[in-house]
């Protein structure tokens, strides 16, 4: 059964950084993209951040995080990674990993959820 399981949320001061992990378990097969979202109490899920691994690597991102945040993958370990600077109390949320995978034998990929990992900027 494939998963994704974040890491790496908690309590940081702002101006400060944390880098969130989601590491993807299971029967894998392939990729088509891991990325991130966020979501406040009464808001809709926000996307963040999105890498792509087809033929060459490609990232999209919010206009709210670029230049701030930083997202990455380990193909290898089918992890993805948000490396978070400058965080303000805007950036106070829960994060939620996303991913389109592929799992081994099937021929299709399919949308998989984290459960997500708070995330909170305060002083």
């Known amino acids: 059964q494939v998963q994704l399981v974040e890491s790496g949320g908690g309590l940081v001061q702002p101006g400060g950084s944390l880098r969130l992990s989601c590491a993807a378990s299971?029967?894998?097969?392939?990729?088509?993209?891991m990325g991130w979202y966020r979501q406040t109490p009464g808001k809709q899920r926000e996307l963040i951040a999105l890498?792509?691994?087809?033929?060459?690597?490609?990232?999209k991102y919010a206009d709210s995080v670029k230049g701030r945040f930083t997202i990455s993958r380990d193909n290898a370990k089918n992890t993805a990674y948000l490396q978070m600077n400058s965080l303000g109390p805007e950036d106070t949320a829960v994060y939620y990993c996303?991913?389109?995978?592929?799992?081994?034998?099937?021929?299709?990929?399919?949308?998989?959820w984290g459960k997500g990992t708070l995330v909170t900027v305060s002083s």
């Open positions: 299971g029967r894998i097969s392939g990729v088509d993209y």
């Open positions: 996303n991913a389109n995978l592929k799992s081994t034998g099937s021929n299709y990929a399919i949308n998989y």
């Open positions: 890498i792509f691994t087809g033929g060459s690597v490609s990232t």
